[in-house]
């Protein structure tokens, strides 16, 4: 087992109510490492089919997405994790601040940064014809706004150890018939690049992990027969697989390694 030098680390992830999603997945191996969490999620709420969140697809991961933290927290308590739970909303900078303020009363310290949170339209209206102002609005609002307080709050009250991890998207750069979402994460893409240069002098890295496509709950049987031909690895993401690269982004190991942009994807969207 590699020794990534969590143990007592504080870490807060965005995005975390989801049990299969990336960043309750990244929560657990967090914990597996003894480092210390806060997690942070809101509830998404849009229309679901109760008999079909059984299993993958649109209406579990729907579900998944409106409700609270509690099955990452039932885990994270099997697991003995030392953590916090805050429903709150990251595009709102009041909201930032006391999520902040909040996990530094806790904790003392904030070690390491993951944004997770995102948002998406999904019911077709984020197309250059359909597209419209609230779409763009509400995709930046969290995707970029919040992601940026997040990432100010981190750098001001930064300690002796900063990792930031930015989560974007593979298809970042060409994402026809999401533009606006894909704008969003190619934004957080050169973000990424822009902020590490100013924040290298305190010794923090910025890094982005950008997932091909990942079984969050999200692929049904039908899509994953579509998508899986244009992985060259021949299968699906598993959270697993982004938590792996981003607990060894938040580690003593990548002291020198800050700007980049990695993509967990299979050759997918290469």
């Not at 409700?67 to 927290?73: F, I, M």
């Not at 303020?101 to 904030?110: D, F, K, N, P, V």
């Given at each position: 087992m590699v020794d990534y030098g969590l143990e007592n680390k504080v870490a807060l992830i965005t995005g975390t109510n989801n049990p299969q999603g990336i960043g309750a997945t990244t929560a657990f191996a967090f914990a597996r490492e003894g480092a210390k969490l806060v997690l942070v999620y809101k509830k998404v709420h849009r229309p679901y089919d109760k008999n079909k969140t059984d299993r993958n697809g649109p209406d579990r991961y729907y579900q998944a997405n409106a409700?609270?933290?509690?099955?990452?927290?039932k885990k994270l308590k099997e697991m003995n994790a030392d953590y916090m739970i805050l429903e709150s909303d990251i595009s709102n900078e009041e909201a930032v601040?006391?999520?902040y303020?909040?996990?530094?009363?806790?904790?003392?310290?904030?070690d390491i940064l993951v944004n997770n949170a995102a948002v998406d339209d999904e019911n077709g209206f984020d197309t250059i014809e359909r597209i419209t102002a609230k779409v763009i609005d509400d995709t930046f609002a969290v995707n970029v706004r919040g992601s940026?307080?997040?990432?100010?709050?981190?750098v001001k009250h930064r300690g002796d150890y900063g990792r930031i991890v930015n989560i974007s998207t593979d298809a970042s750069q060409i994402f026809a018939g999401q533009i606006t979402y894909g704008a969003s994460k190619a934004t957080m893409e050169a973000l990424t690049r822009s902020i590490a240069l100013e924040?290298?002098?305190?010794?923090?890295?910025?890094?982005?992990?950008?997932p091909g496509p990942t079984q969050t709950g999200w692929i049904d049987a039908d899509l994953e027969k579509t998508?899986?031909?244009l992985i060259p690895m021949g299968e699906l993401i598993q959270p697993e697989d982004i938590a792996e690269t981003i607990l060894f982004l938040a580690s003593e190991q990548s002291r020198m390694l800050t700007g980049q942009v990695i993509k967990v994807s299979g050759g997918h969207a290469l």
């Open positions: 409700g609270s933290a509690d099955l990452v927290e601040k006391k999520i303020s909040t996990a530094l009363e806790q904790y003392g310290r904030i940026i307080l997040m990432i100010r709050e981190m924040v290298a002098k305190y010794g923090i890295t910025v890094n982005c992990v950008a998508v899986i031909p």
